[in-house]
């Protein structure tokens, strides 16, 4: 069945007259409740099937920006008895939740239980009031939206929780997530219905509903924005007509969807030509999913199956037997954790197990800080090890992605509090074949333990794509017949469940001389037998080598071109780890820091550059400015994300504080001045503020005036200030037309700075129509662009 959502509601109450900037769209729920209704009721003639309520902005993290945080349940009932009295039992009603307009830390300022908690509160109003889905939409970052998810489902138990996410050109979010991380991670976690909208139009939204439907079984909706957005005769205009909206819906339904509407820009025309359009549709046709496990990061997916290559899983963040790594985790230090995850990373593992097991520590806070650390600076999916359910809930909760759990026995205990946290937070499993009874020494022991926590684990509500099971290596040295054991089990693993095998390769040479013989060798086997993501240290080149063989005599690597290529270009060293720190690489020590992320040592490295005599511009230029600039590249190239720019952003300001502070005279001067802030009517602060940290960490001196500023207040403060730019950002569609006015406004003014306009709803036709000097797509642009606009001012003030 085809499902028709609405269009937009601010696009009508503001041609109406009835929504003014600077008010709260969602305040009109109780004091026009009519209008409310009627614009519902619009909708419903038009066709549509499905009501959203006014709410979008109805959390108390939202509310607040205009003092109404002790609304928040009046408000959100108030929306859903609005729509249920224009549907009049006619339809259903979706309880509209949306972003909270910050990131979650580390990224942002707040914290995972903040954000749940206020999600939590108005998912109970909506379905208090009555609503028939939760529907939480316009999502530029996984992480709020797996909060707000667990709090849907935790408040509103038995409605249904659809779950869109809004992406950009390039088919991701903001913070990097594709489509196909989302919709293996929200469908894991218990999403109802997964889906697409705002951001873009129906041609750009198609391809991301066919990935979507590609990577979940549950239904998937799309409402894309009437086009983007244009500036003619100072009004915003969406350029797509209804009919040309029309063209597009059964495009989409084909491709997946079967929940269809509109967001900005969308009227009722619009949706009455969707419902035209795919009246008489039947339900797309949707291929079986393969039967793969999968794990991600916020960014990143990868694969385990018994039918695709093998993935490695790092072992080295574990302080089991390293004492230095123990040491340092004991002392709050996680330096050599994320060096750890960057080194692994780049020496080819494809998930890092992560282990926090030191003796006389709060592991629970440890495996916190491990998890969010880890998972900003490496985009590898990661696999939480550890034997305690608080310390695992802690790991699962702030992992922006769906982790591996490493390890669930048939233990009683392992059972009964590890697979509810799996089901909680759509987390894998790795299955270990350990029971109260002991370790089983054959193959078919082993079989019978697997069985009983598969069962267990499915009356959780686990499913056959969650399993990776571990076939428990012992040591040959001390049973002859432990390798042939593993041999078997893997074997029966396969023959019996089909699900995808790992193991921890080293135990089987314990006891033995020339271990890595015996490891090398031992893998070899277990390869020929099946094995699809072996543990072990990725920076073990004979390891590393043995696969390389495997997969070209397996036939995984044709003509064996990829071993040729690789062996080939190999040094001839025992490790990947990095150079050791000496006067004559600190240039590249920093730079290397910078582009990582590693703020927390990156002042002890300057200060010992400078003290060995080199010059804070050399630093500056030869470092630091470098740096950013392959950060730049890499985050244009899509190598890396948001997260770990804002990191590198982060430690380069690390860098430049401490040469203020040691050598002030000679620390250089701010790049220029910028004033930066959000247009009259518009709250939404997360991308200017975005945009300031990286300005500001790159040596600009900002003046951020904050949101909802009047023209008066940009203009004359940038007049004060000489400001050499003046960056303005808006977005809602119903306060873009105040950028062309603020920029008016500077020229009549006398201003000579040069504007730079972003935002989620702008364009570079937008941007040229406002007369603006340059457009920002994103941050990073923003801050080249701020950087040659400045130097092109300073230039022709010389003149």
Same mark, same amino acid.
């Given at each position: 069945?085809?499902?028709i959502f609405?269009?937009?509601m601010?696009?009508?109450?503001?041609?109406d007259?009835?929504?003014?900037p600077?008010?709260?769209?969602?305040?009109?729920?109780?004091?026009?409740?009519?209008?409310?209704?009627?614009?519902?009721?619009?909708?419903?003639?038009?066709?549509a099937t499905?009501?959203? @309520?006014?709410?979008?902005?109805?959390?108390?993290?939202k509310?607040?920006?205009?003092?109404?945080?002790?609304?928040?349940?009046?408000?959100?009932?108030?929306?859903?008895?609005?729509a249920?009295?224009a549907m009049?039992h006619?339809?259903k009603?979706?309880?509209?939740?949306?972003?909270?307009?910050?990131?979650?830390e580390?990224?942002?300022?707040i914290?995972?239980?903040t954000?749940?908690?206020a999600?939590?509160?108005?998912?109970?109003?909506?379905?208090?009031?009555g609503a028939?889905?939760?529907?939480?939409?316009?999502?530029?970052d996984?992480?709020?939206?797996?909060? $707000?998810?667990?709090?849907?489902?935790?408040a509103?138990?038995?409605?249904?929780v659809i779950?869109?996410?809004?992406?950009?050109?390039?088919?991701?979010?903001?913070t990097?997530?594709?489509p196909?991380?989302?919709?293996?991670?929200?469908e $894991?976690?218990g999403?109802?219905?997964?889906?697409?909208?705002?951001?873009?139009?129906?041609?750009?939204?198609?391809?991301?509903?066919?990935?979507l439907?590609?990577?979940?079984?549950?239904?998937?909706?799309?409402?894309?924005?009437? =086009?983007m957005?244009?500036?003619?005769?100072?009004?915003?205009?969406?350029p797509? +007509?209804? *009919?040309?909206?029309?063209?597009?819906?059964p495009?989409?339904i084909?491709a997946?969807?079967?929940?269809?509407?509109?967001?900005?820009?969308?009227t %009722?025309?619009?949706?009455?030509?969707?419902?035209?359009a795919?009246?008489?549709?039947?339900?797309p046709?949707?291929?079986?999913?393969? +039967?793969?496990?999968a794990?991600t990061?916020?960014?990143?997916?990868?694969?385990?199956?018994?039918d695709?290559?093998?993935?490695?899983?790092g072992?080295?963040?574990?302080?089991?037997?390293?004492?230095?790594?123990?040491?340092?985790?004991?002392?709050?230090?996680f330096?050599?954790v994320?060096?750890?995850?960057?080194e692994q990373?780049n020496a080819g593992?494809?998930?890092?197990?992560?282990?926090?097991?030191?003796?006389?520590?709060?592991?629970t806070a440890?495996m916190?800080k491990?998890?969010?650390?880890?998972?900003?600076i490496?985009s590898t999916?990661?696999?939480i090890?550890?034997?305690? %359910?608080?310390?695992l809930?802690?790991g699962?909760?702030?992992?922006? =992605?769906?982790?591996?759990?490493?390890?669930?026995?048939a233990?009683?205990?392992?059972l009964k509090?590890?697979?509810?946290?799996?089901?909680?937070?759509?987390?894998?499993v790795?299955?270990?074949?350990?029971?109260d009874?002991?370790?089983?020494?054959t193959?078919?022991?082993?079989?019978?333990?697997?069985?009983?926590?598969?069962?267990?684990?499915k009356q959780?509500?686990l499913?056959?794509?969650d399993?990776?099971?571990?076939?428990?290596?012992?040591?040959v040295? *001390?049973?002859?017949t432990?390798?042939?054991?593993?041999l078997?089990a893997?074997?029966?693993?396969?023959?019996?469940?089909?699900?995808p095998?790992?193991?921890?390769?080293?135990?089987?040479?314990?006891?033995?001389?020339?271990?890595?013989l015996?490891?090398?060798t031992?893998?070899?086997?277990?390869?020929? #037998?099946?094995?699809n993501?072996?543990?072990m240290?990725?920076?073990?080149?004979?390891?590393?080598?043995?696969?390389?063989?495997?997969?070209?005599?397996?036939?995984?690597?044709?003509?064996?071109?990829?071993?040729?290529l690789t062996i080939a270009?190999?040094? +001839?060293?025992?490790?990947?780890?990095? *150079?050791?720190v000496?006067?004559?690489?600190?240039i590249?020590?920093?730079?290397?820091s910078?582009?990582?992320?590693?703020?927390e040592?990156i002042?002890?490295m300057?200060? +010992?550059?400078?003290?060995?005599?080199?010059?804070?511009?050399?630093?500056?230029?030869n470092?630091l400015? @470098?740096?950013?600039?392959?950060?730049?590249?890499?985050?244009?190239a899509?190598?890396?994300?948001?997260?770990?720019v804002?990191?590198s952003a982060?430690?380069?300001?690390?860098a430049?504080?401490?040469?203020?502070?040691?050598?002030?005279?000679?620390?250089?001067a701010?790049?220029?001045?910028?004033?930066?802030?959000?247009?009259?009517g518009?709250?939404?602060?997360?991308?200017?503020?975005?945009?300031?940290?990286l300005?500001?960490?790159?040596?600009?001196k900002?003046?951020?005036? =904050?949101?909802?500023?009047?023209s008066?207040k940009?203009?004359?403060?940038?007049?004060?200030?000489?400001?050499?730019?003046? =960056?303005?950002?808006?977005?809602?569609?119903?306060?873009m037309?105040?950028?062309?006015?603020?920029?008016?406004?500077?020229?009549?003014?006398?201003?000579?700075a040069?504007v730079?306009?972003?935002?989620?709803?702008?364009?570079?036709?937008?941007?040229d129509?406002?007369?603006a000097?340059? #457009?920002?797509?994103d941050g990073v642009?923003?801050?080249?662009? *701020?950087?040659?606009?400045t130097?092109?001012?300073?230039g022709?003030? $010389?003149?």
């Amino acid at each position: 069945m085809i499902n028709i959502f609405d269009g937009a509601m601010g696009t009508i109450l503001q041609a109406d007259g009835i929504l003014k900037p600077g008010v709260c769209p969602e305040l009109l729920n109780i004091q026009s409740a009519q209008a409310i209704i009627n614009v519902h009721k619009q909708y419903i003639s038009a066709g549509a099937t499905i009501i959203e @309520t006014n709410t979008f902005g109805g959390s108390s993290l939202k509310l607040a920006q205009y003092g109404l945080t002790d609304k928040v349940r009046a408000i959100n009932i108030a929306g859903v008895k609005n729509a249920k009295a224009a549907m009049q039992h006619n339809g259903k009603v979706a309880g509209s939740m949306g972003p909270i307009g910050r990131f979650i830390e580390p990224l942002g300022d707040i914290s995972f239980d903040t954000v749940y908690k206020a999600y939590f509160e108005q998912a109970s109003a909506l379905a208090e009031g009555g609503a028939d889905y939760i529907l939480i939409e316009t999502c530029i970052d996984l992480q709020e939206m797996r909060a $707000a998810l667990l709090a849907a489902k935790d408040a509103a138990p038995g409605i249904p929780v659809i779950c869109q996410m809004s992406y950009s050109e390039d088919a991701r979010t903001v913070t990097g997530t594709d489509p196909q991380t989302a919709a293996i991670t929200l469908e $894991a976690m218990g999403a109802d219905i997964i889906g697409a909208n705002c951001s873009t139009g129906p041609e750009e939204l198609l391809p991301i509903v066919k990935i979507l439907a590609q990577n979940c079984k549950c239904p998937i909706s799309v409402q894309p924005n009437a =086009g983007m957005p244009h500036l003619i005769n100072g009004k915003t205009i969406f350029p797509m +007509h209804p *009919a040309d909206m029309g063209k597009w819906a059964p495009k989409l339904i084909e491709a997946g969807a079967t929940f269809i509407g509109g967001c900005c820009g969308t009227t %009722p025309a619009h949706i009455a030509a969707i419902k035209e359009a795919v009246s008489g549709l039947a339900d797309p046709v949707r291929s079986p999913l393969p +039967h793969r496990l999968a794990l991600t990061s916020r960014t990143k997916t990868i694969f385990i199956g018994t039918d695709l290559p093998t993935r490695l899983i790092g072992e080295r963040i574990n302080p089991t037997g390293r004492k230095k790594l123990a040491a340092e985790i004991k002392a709050g230090s996680f330096i050599s954790v994320k060096k750890e995850a960057v080194e692994q990373t780049n020496a080819g593992a494809d998930i890092l197990d992560v282990n926090m097991g030191v003796g006389g520590i709060d592991q629970t806070a440890a495996m916190e800080k491990a998890i969010k650390e880890i998972a900003q600076i490496v985009s590898t999916p990661l696999s939480i090890d550890t034997s305690d %359910p608080k310390a695992l809930e802690a790991g699962l909760k702030v992992y922006p =992605g769906r982790a591996l759990i490493n390890s669930v026995s048939a233990e009683p205990d392992r059972l009964k509090y590890f697979l509810p946290l799996a089901k909680r937070y759509g987390a894998a499993v790795l299955c270990l074949p350990l029971s109260d009874k002991g370790l089983p020494k054959t193959g078919s022991e082993r079989v019978a333990i697997i069985e009983k926590i598969i069962a267990a684990a499915k009356q959780a509500g686990l499913q056959d794509n969650d399993f990776i099971l571990d076939c428990l290596v012992m040591t040959v040295a *001390a049973d002859k017949t432990a390798a042939l054991e593993v041999l078997q089990a893997l074997s029966l693993y396969h023959s019996k469940f089909g699900y995808p095998s790992t193991m921890g390769l080293s135990n089987i040479s314990f006891g033995l001389p020339d271990r890595p013989l015996i490891n090398s060798t031992f893998f070899a086997m277990c390869l020929a #037998y099946g094995l699809n993501a072996p543990i072990m240290n990725p920076y073990d080149s004979l390891m590393k080598n043995t696969l390389l063989a495997a997969s070209a005599l397996n036939g995984n690597d044709p003509h064996g071109q990829h071993y040729s290529l690789t062996i080939a270009k190999q040094p +001839h060293s025992e490790t990947a780890a990095a *150079a050791e720190v000496t006067p004559r690489n600190i240039i590249e020590a920093i730079k290397h820091s910078i582009i990582v992320g590693e703020k927390e040592n990156i002042a002890q490295m300057v200060e +010992h550059a400078l003290k060995e005599g080199h010059t804070s511009n050399e630093i500056t230029e030869n470092a630091l400015t @470098t740096a950013m600039n392959a950060v730049g590249k890499d985050f244009g190239a899509k190598k890396i994300f948001l997260p770990q720019v804002m990191l590198s952003a982060e430690a380069m300001r690390e860098a430049f504080l401490k040469i203020k502070e040691i050598l002030p005279s000679q620390a250089s001067a701010n790049k220029g001045t910028v004033v930066i802030a959000t247009v009259k009517g518009d709250i939404h602060d997360l991308g200017k503020n975005i945009v300031s940290a990286l300005l500001e960490n790159n040596g600009f001196k900002l003046i951020d005036l =904050g949101k909802d500023v009047d023209s008066e207040k940009i203009v004359r403060t940038a007049i004060e200030n000489d400001a050499d730019i003046v =960056g303005l950002c808006s977005l809602m569609t119903t306060t873009m037309t105040q950028i062309d006015k603020v920029i008016a406004s500077l020229k009549k003014a006398g201003s000579t700075a040069q504007v730079i306009v972003g935002g989620a709803v702008l364009t570079q036709e937008y941007a040229d129509s406002a007369g603006a000097d340059a #457009y920002a797509e994103d941050g990073v642009i923003a801050v080249e662009i *701020a950087k040659k606009l400045t130097a092109k001012r300073k230039g022709s003030q $010389a003149l």
